[in-house]
Structures are given as C-alpha cells and as structure tokens.
C-alpha cells in the first residue's frame, strides 16, 4: 500500500489552454471508504505564486494527521526539528505548484458530539505568474471557490484594494453559477496576511486580523461605486469571512536555501500564532461542511462536480456565467442521480449481493420494486437547481442505470441457483432418467399409452442433450442453446412448484 502523497487532479491542457482532470486520480480519492459516503470539508488555499501557499498547507496536513491520530491539539505541531513534509514546496522565485493537486488521503476528523467528517485537502497554483495567462489563473481560483468549503486567500503583507478587486472578478463566475440557490454560494473565505509588518495598528492574530477586515470591507458612502460593489459582491458569496495576520517567519527562513521547515528555525511568535491559526481552521468543531446549491457534498457527488466544471473550462477563453450555471445544475442533478443509484445497490446489495443466499426470482422481483421506487423517491426529495422539468431528463436517466444493475443481481441470483450449478445437461439427464424408469414401470404393469408417453419424453430428453453438448462445444447456433436453457429452467422450476406442492398437501392431509 502506497504512502499518502499529493496527486494532480487538474491540470492546465497540454496546449497551454482550458483544464484537464484527471478523473481517475481523483476517483481513487473521493471513493475512497473515509470519503465516499461522508459529510466532506474541503479546504483550498489560493494567492499569488512563489507566496508560500504549500509550504503553510503542509501545516494543515501535519494538525490532520496528528488530529486523526490521537484525537486531540496537543502538541499537534511536532517536534521542532522535524522537517516539513506532505505538498511540494521550496524557496525561490520559479512556481512549485500549477493546476490543482490533492492529498490522496482522505481524513476523518470527530467533533465533541461523536460526528464524523471527511476532510480534504487542495492546493492551487499561484496566481499572476509568467507562465499562465489571466484567464488560466481565474479558471483554477473559481474551480477551487466552487469546490472548497474553506478557501484561503494567501496575501503578503496587506489586505489592499487590489486583493478584493482580484477576489472579485475570480469568485465572480462561482456566485453567478451558483445563484440558483437561496444560500450563499460559497462557505468560508478566510483571508491570511503573510508578513504583516503593522501590528501596532492591528495585533497580530485573529482579533487584529478581524478589525482589519471590518476596516477594509466598510461599505463607505461617498466611494467610488466600483468599490462598493465589490465589497457587497464578497460579503454576498460567503457564509463567514475572517482574517489572519501572522508575522514575518524570520531571516533564517527567508534567506536559507537549505531551509526544510523545521520549526526551529522558525520565529518564536511566528510559530506560536500557527499553532493558533491551524486549529482555529480545522478544529473538530469549527469544521465546515461544504454544500452546492443547498445540498450536502460527499466525496461521490464531489466527483460529479469536478466532472462538469473541469468539461466547462475546457476551452481556450473563460466560459459565460450561463455556462457555468448549466454545467452546476447538471452537476447538481447527476449527484442526485449518483447517490440515488448508490442507496439502491447498497441495499439490494444485502438483499442477493454475492455473499447471500440463492433467493426466489418473485421474492427479488417485489424487493426490486420496493428499492427502486425508494430510490426514485431519494431523487425526488433531493434538492435540486434546474427545477422539474430540467431534472425529468435525469430521473429517466436514473431509472434506466437502475433497470440495468437490477439484471445484474438477476443474473448474479441466477448463478447460486443449484439448477445453475448442476447446468442444463445433468437436468435433462435427469428428466430423462425420470421418463424412462416410468415408461418401463407403466409398460410392465400394462398401461400403454402413459409408457408411450414417458418413453417419448426420456427419447426428446436424451436427444436434447446430444444437441446441446454438440452446439456448446462447437459454439454454433448460441441462441439455441440459451433457448434450451430457458426452457429447461422453466420446466425444473415448474416440477419443483408441483413437487412441493404435491408434498406440502401430502403431509396436511397426514397431519388430518
């Protein structure tokens, strides 16, 4: 088993335009036991490139995992020698990161209450290099708003006029996409300043940090109304906004080309106030819980996300809002769909899934009916964005994967039939065992025209099976042979009916 690692899910196409996901990498994660079924936080972090975004998620990492392990803050940030390890990151001016890359493993944090939640981990490439245009940058910043629950705006120095306008225009296509729904489109927006140099102005921290963003998120009377509406644009698309401000790291930090994260090398307060921001993120009980246009995300309806947003980015230019609104409401629907046909195969999974019994077609047949209709009521229930006539398409779509996997437990059911074991030759060697010994009974006590009768049966039977060995074994004619078995099946179910019934009025009529 591979060690936990970071994994490339999208990527900037191979022509320099538009996205690629790769569905497969992202596939292993999101299915993944501690994820698939599971309320899911998915924390992002975004900013300019060569800003530290990976070096700071690696934190994150590190508090999951102790978290997850020992189920508790203390001492969560390590030993202060112990290098940083987890996303790619290094020191200098060339970009570490590009597209969007995931942590492979999935983490399972549990809040004071004993509820459990899945958590994800995504880092994004900078923004504003010299590799990648404007509208690349916007395309993976959306991508990653629209995906995350928590997303972090990485910032050196200053929250400025320029970050807000830049948060603006890349949150822009997620809240129009999403503005289908009467929520918020987006969750948590937590604004982190890297070297705040002015903590005689606003102390360093979450309190200063939060005086700063009431200061620059004042919708002030006599501004321009491009500031305005930018400041009303942000507090509308999420839920919670909050601010951090962490101080410089220290010269060893900033000029050691060796440096490896180690703590130590880190300053005092540097460390002291990560040991708070951290948790005051990804604490088990300040958690939150990501949902698209009302509905909860679990790591299967996030793949259907990525999915349609990913095919949407594809072009060479950034897609319209409309665009974007189809591609969520279509994600929003197959979701839906996904978690409905997964409540039908988990359930009739227990019903004849391959470690169950043989059960009776009739009896599958009306659990069948049952599931379905559930599943179908699931879909229903669910809220979606497109409204009925939009989601008509995808409930037919729903019925149909469904009608499919139910021939699936069919034949699965069929296959611990013992008719299925013994196979169609030894059941036609038993009917015609069964009409000779009678024909010969009936001919020795002289009535004719049964022993005839049986005589006839014993000689089609045997006949029958010469023909079918033939035909399997030279694999001509293959609808004949799936036509003898039918009709044998049929034929053994019925005289098994007649025997039991023949048997069960035997012994009332005994028992009388």
């Not at 497969?24 to 972090?45: G, W, Y």
């Not at 509820?115 to 981990?121: A, I, N, P």
């Not at 705006?153 to 503005?179: C, P, S, W």
């Not at 591609?327 to 470690?355: H, P, Q, R």
């Amino acid at each position: 088993m591979e060690d936990p690692h970071p994994v490339q899910i999208i990527r900037i196409g191979a022509d320099g335009k538009g996205l690629d996901l790769d569905i497969e990498a992202l596939a292993k994660i999101c299915l993944n036991d501690k994820c698939r079924d599971k309320p899911l936080c998915v924390l992002s972090i975004a900013g300019d490139f060569r800003k530290g975004k990976s070096f700071m998620l690696n934190f994150f990492l590190r508090y999951l995992s102790h978290r997850e392990k020992h189920n508790t803050d203390d001492n969560w940030m390590g030993d202060k020698d112990q290098p940083l390890e987890g996303f790619s990151w290094r020191g200098g001016a060339q970009q570490e990161t590009t597209g969007i890359v995931m942590w492979s493993e999935p983490f399972i944090i549990k809040n004071d209450k004993g509820q459990e939640m899945s958590v994800l981990l995504m880092d994004t490439q900078g923004a504003f290099d010299s590799e990648h245009t404007i509208g690349q940058s916007a395309t993976v910043f959306a991508l990653s708003t629209m995906t995350s629950s928590i997303q972090i705006f990485n910032i050196m120095h200053n929250l400025q006029e320029d970050n807000l306008q830049v948060l603006g225009i890349f949150t822009e296509y997620g809240r129009l996409a999403l503005k289908a729904s009467n929520e918020k489109p987006f969750q948590e927006l937590v604004f982190l300043i890297r070297d705040w140099s002015y903590p005689y102005d606003y102390e360093y921290g979450s309190k200063g940090g939060q005086g700063l963003l009431d200061k620059r998120l004042t919708i002030e009377e006599g501004k321009a109304l491009e500031f305005q509406r930018v400041r009303r644009h942000i507090n509308s698309c999420f839920e919670r906004i909050s601010c951090f401000l962490l101080p410089h790291p220290g010269l060893k930090v900033a000029t050691n080309q060796r440096f490896d994260g180690r703590l130590a090398d880190m300053e005092p307060d540097f460390v002291s106030l990560l040991d708070k921001f951290v948790p005051s993120v990804l604490g088990p009980n300040v958690l939150t819980e990501k949902r698209i246009g009302g509905c909860k995300v679990t790591g299967l309806s996030l793949i259907e996300y990525f999915k349609v947003y990913a095919e949407t980015f594809k072009g060479e230019t950034i897609p319209e809002p409309k665009s974007i609104l189809e591609a969520t409401a279509e994600a929003n629907n197959l979701a839906a769909v996904a978690a409905a046909k997964n409540f039908y195969m988990s359930t009739m999974e227990e019903v004849c899934g391959g470690k169950k019994p043989y059960l009776n077609p009739r009896i599958l047949d009306q659990k069948h009916d049952q599931v379905i209709n559930e599943a179908i009521d699931m879909f229903k229930s669910t809220h979606k964005m497109g409204g009925s006539e939009y989601s008509q398409a995808y409930q037919e779509k729903l019925h149909k994967e469904l009608l499919i996997s139910y021939d699936h437990f069919v034949n699965q059911n069929k296959s611990k039939n013992m008719f299925n074991i013994w196979g169609t030759p030894l059941v036609l060697l038993c009917f015609w065992f069964i009409g000779f010994t009678l024909s010969r009974i009936f001919d020795l006590v002289g009535i004719s025209p049964l022993a005839s009768l049986f005589y006839w049966e014993s000689t089609i039977a045997f006949i029958t099976i010469l023909a079918y060995l033939g035909l399997k074994f030279t694999g001509n004619a293959p609808e004949t042979v799936v036509a003898i078995d039918k009709v044998t099946e049929t034929l053994w179910v019925q005289a098994m009916e007649v025997l039991v019934r023949t048997v069960g009025s035997y012994g009332v009529n005994l028992a009388t």
